[in-house]
């Protein structure tokens, strides 16, 4: 098994533990976060606050476990993730072993795939996206770098989503659609 660290202790990093854990490929070394988090600490052991990153090495893999909301979680995503990149860190795809991915899906490095989530045929997914539980991404879509899809979302075929892009629970992107809004709030629908 290869050894994997997780970056964040929020209830998503809880969460993506669970995704890591299932998967069966990882042995997770620890997690790395300015706050101790009790639940994460019962499990995992605590490395240390964010200056740990200048300890992982070349031959540890790395998953960035907090989520996409708000400007301040995407810019740390963005910045920790070239900080990793600079160092040649493994950021592996992670799915988890209860979702649907079509073989012919192409996905970017440190994208995480949670659980119960359908990606049908012909989509890309960018680096370092999250794809949350339940979500359901049609075929012939293309999903940005550093993206987070939350829960239950639903991406219908041949959609582009950009790069930087929020879509809030429940939120519903039409065919054909090219979502220009970075944020999209729960439960809003996407029409052209």
Not at 180 to 189: D, E, F, L, P, V
């Amino acid at each position: 098994m290869k050894n994997i660290i997780i970056i964040g202790s929020g209830g998503h990093a809880v969460s993506c533990l669970d995704v890591i854990i299932s998967s069966k490929k990882y042995k997770v070394k620890g997690y790395i976060s300015n706050k101790k988090n009790n639940i994460l600490s019962k499990k995992i052991k605590w490395l240390g606050n964010d200056d740990y990153i200048n300890n992982i090495k070349k031959s540890d893999y790395v998953i960035i476990a907090f989520a996409n909301i708000g400007k301040k979680n995407l810019n740390n995503r963005i910045k920790i993730f070239d900080k990793l990149k600079k160092k040649n860190c493994k950021l592996p795809v992670i799915i988890s072993k209860n979702s649907y991915v079509s073989k012919e899906t192409k996905i970017g490095e440190g994208t995480i795939i949670m659980h119960n989530v359908v990606i049908n045929a012909k989509v890309e997914i960018g680096k370092n996206c999250i794809i949350n539980t339940k979500s359901l991404v049609e075929h012939d879509t293309i999903i940005g770098d550093h993206c987070h899809v939350s829960t239950g979302v639903i991406i219908n075929g041949s959609c582009i989503i950009l790069s930087n892009t929020f879509l809030g629970t429940g939120s519903v992107i039409l065919n054909n659609v090219k979502c220009k809004k970075k944020i999209i709030s729960a439960g809003q629908i996407i029409k052209n």
